[in-house]
């Protein structure tokens, strides 16, 4: 039977807290590996026995499955699915569902009294926000509660369209501390060359940064390390691209050490079978793209290799997450960041703050519009697009080999850090700090004097309002000019 966590025991009573309050969207915050899983079962075990409906939202078909086994096995709550190849149960309060399938049947059910999002970080997007939109509307006095990991969105968007406020689990280093996630060894290098790789939609464009690790590829062999370090343990590869999953996978089985790769479109009973197989031991690598950062709870993954960059601290964290969970007979969890996240983002147990606010986005300084022409009908549309919108011409990929930079990862202690990454670390850390109180985390961190703290806030504070001043003037200014 379930047994919350003290941590997990006082989460709940701050949302029941903030429930009698009169608040009734709330977004509950922990780490990878905190049991955010567990508290949406014992929070509709609680809901359920007093009557109430409860629907409870995934947005992937291996999280629905998990979720059904922890409410069933864990609270002893039957439930209903509401998910493409289940079959459905309207009677049940508790409601399981899939995002994408709840979108096209959710007007055939009994409307529930309680929502729980999970990785409620997607629920800003358009096709949630509709969903919660047409729900609400018919239903107001709904009750809707996210849990996620990581606030923040690669847009750039707050998550204060859906909720009022957070409730905030321990942080990682906590966890790490009690036990309740492995400790870590993190390997790195220096970061690949991305010289010409645009941001698109928050993240790097893919198409660019597939073309772009072909042609400097990430520093070291995810193979070698491999075998230098972790040889026989299970570990997880993120990729940048399905074919260089797939040619990583094969050259790890032409060695004799079974691996398989997965991704978006891989058959769903294959991937069933590739979790399962990769569960018990049958395969030692699962290398995936953009599948796994969300959701996967294996606690016997070793080992993790970080071969994909990213700008998004949410997706380098969400990865990482899958690497700690504790299991009995790890050690340590090791990870291998072979794109230069810690350059990046700091080390995954780095104390940071949340907020429901978007982030500031600078604005994008473009030369004109990037576009190709069809060699068919001759029309010009996006550099970007994969065919022709007037003709339906699919365009051409051209394959491009993968190929690595020479060189092997060292261990990342702070003393690393600081040879490979020196002030532009520093700087990046110092610019990502957003309140006072995790400037003076960083003043404690390094052994400044104190007083530095506040001395940079200040500066930060007089920046930011300057900026603010600016954009007022400009705005005014563009009220006088004449509309043509």
Request: aromatic share 8%.
């Amino acid at each position: 039977m379930l047994t919350l966590r003290p941590y997990q025991l006082s989460m709940i009573e701050s949302i029941r807290e903030q429930l009698k309050a009169g608040r009734s969207r709330i977004l509950a915050v922990a780490p990878t590996g905190a049991g955010k899983t567990c508290l949406m079962a014992h929070m509709i075990s609680g809901a359920v026995a007093k009557g109430r409906r409860v629907w409870f939202l995934n947005h992937r078909r291996e999280l629905v499955r998990q979720s059904v086994e922890t409410l069933q096995d864990s609270a002893n709550v039957d439930c209903g699915i509401i998910a493409s190849g289940f079959g459905s149960n309207g009677y049940h309060l508790a409601q399981i569902a899939s995002i994408q399938t709840l979108m096209r049947r959710w007007e055939k059910y009994v409307l529930p009294d309680i929502i729980i999002i999970d990785e409620a970080h997607h629920s800003c997007a358009a096709s949630w926000s509709k969903l919660l939109n047409d729900i609400v509307s018919r239903k107001p006095n709904v009750k809707v509660i996210g849990l996620t990991a990581t606030p923040q969105r690669l847009d750039g968007r707050g998550l204060a369209q859906w909720f009022d406020v957070i409730v905030e689990g321990p942080n990682t280093a906590q966890l790490i501390q009690d036990g309740y996630l492995a400790k870590y060894r993190m390997w790195g290098a220096s970061l690949p060359d991305l010289t010409g790789v645009h941001t698109t939609a928050g993240d790097y464009n893919k198409g660019e940064l597939e073309a772009a690790l072909s042609r400097t590829a990430v520093v070291g062999d995810a193979l070698t390390e491999y075998r230098k370090h972790c040889d026989g343990k299970r570990a997880l590869v993120f990729m940048w691209s399905i074919r260089s999953s797939q040619d990583l996978a094969q050259r790890f089985n032409d060695t004799g050490i079974p691996a398989m790769h997965v991704d978006g479109e891989t058959d769903s009973a294959v991937r069933d079978r590739a979790i399962a197989d990769f569960r018990n031991g049958r395969i030692k690598v699962l290398s995936n793209v953009e599948l796994f950062s969300e959701g996967l709870d294996i606690p016997a993954v070793e080992a993790g290799f970080l071969m994909r960059p990213t700008q998004s601290l949410a997706m380098y964290l969400q990865q990482v997450g899958r690497i700690l969970r504790p299991f009995e007979g790890k050690e340590a969890a090791l990870i291998f960041d072979h794109a230069g996240h810690a350059a990046n983002h700091g080390y995954p147990d780095d104390v940071r703050t949340w907020t429901l606010d978007g982030i500031e986005k600078k604005a994008a300084k473009r030369k004109g519009v990037l576009i190709r022409q069809c060699m068919k009908c001759y029309a010009t549309v996006p550099l970007a697009a994969k065919d022709c919108k007037w003709c339906g011409y699919i365009f051409p990929v051209k394959p491009r080999e993968v190929e690595t930079v020479d060189g092997e990862l060292q261990e990342l202690d702070m003393a690393a850090m600081e040879r490979l990454f020196g002030a532009k670390q520093r700087r990046i850390e110092q610019g990502r700090a957003d309140s006072l109180a995790a400037l003076e985390v960083i003043e404690r961190q390094r052994g400044y004097r104190r007083g530095w703290a506040l001395k940079v806030w200040e500066a930060k504070s007089k920046k930011k309002a300057a900026r603010h001043y600016n954009d007022k003037l400009a705005a005014l200014a563009d009220s006088y000019r004449p509309k043509s």
